[in-house]
C-alpha cells in the first residue's frame, strides 16, 4: 500500500473513531466543560474544552486549513488562513453534534478525494509553507490533520472514559 492510500485510510478510520468517541457520551455531558478541580491531571487530562467544543475545533480546522491546504497540491491558489479569534466568534454562533458530524464526515471525504487526485510525484513535493514549520508536502500535511486528530482524539476519550472516575476522586476527598 503507498503512503497516499494508506494516510487516506487513516483519514477515515480516524474520523471513525472520532464518531464512536462522541457517541460514549451521555447527550447532556456533550457541552460541559470537564471536571477541573477534581482530578490532580484534570486540566492535563481534560483540557478545557467541552466535546462538541474539540468536535468544532477539529471541523474548523479541517475546513479552513487542512483542506484548502491540500487543494494547493491539484492546483488551487495558497490557502490563506483564518485568524485564531475566528474560531471562537464561529462556535459561539452555535453548533449541534448532528451537524458537526456531517460536516466532519464530509470534510474528511473531500479530504480522501483531493488526495486521489494528487499525482504521486508531487505527493512528497514541498509545495506550500505552514506557520513554523516552514516548506511541507501533501505527505506532511496529511499527517499533521492524523496527529492533530489523535490529539484532540486522545482528549475526547479521556473525557469519555475516566469523567466519573475524577467526579468520584473528588467526592472521597470530601
Known sequence: MS???????QLEETAQIIEWALNL???ERLTEIPPQET????????GKWSA????FHLVYYEETI???????WIGEPKPSYPEISLEEKEWEKGMDLT???LRFQTVRKEQVRVIDEIDEAQWSE??????GHGMVSAAWFVAKTIQHTFSHGDRLLRKALYW??????????E
Open 126 to 131: 514541498e509545495k506550500l509553507r505552514y506557520y
Open 39 to 46: 482530578h490532580p491531571n484534570a486540566p492535563e487530562w481534560f
Open 99 to 101: 451537524g458537526l458530524l
Open 3 to 9: 503512503t497516499k492510500d494508506f494516510l487516506a485510510k
Open 52 to 55: 462538541l467544543r474539540l468536535l
Open 25 to 27: 457520551f451521555p447527550k
Open 164 to 173: 466519573d472516575d475524577a467526579l468520584e476522586h473528588a467526592a472521597s476527598k
Open 66 to 72: 487542512a483542506l484548502p491546504s491540500l487543494k494547493h
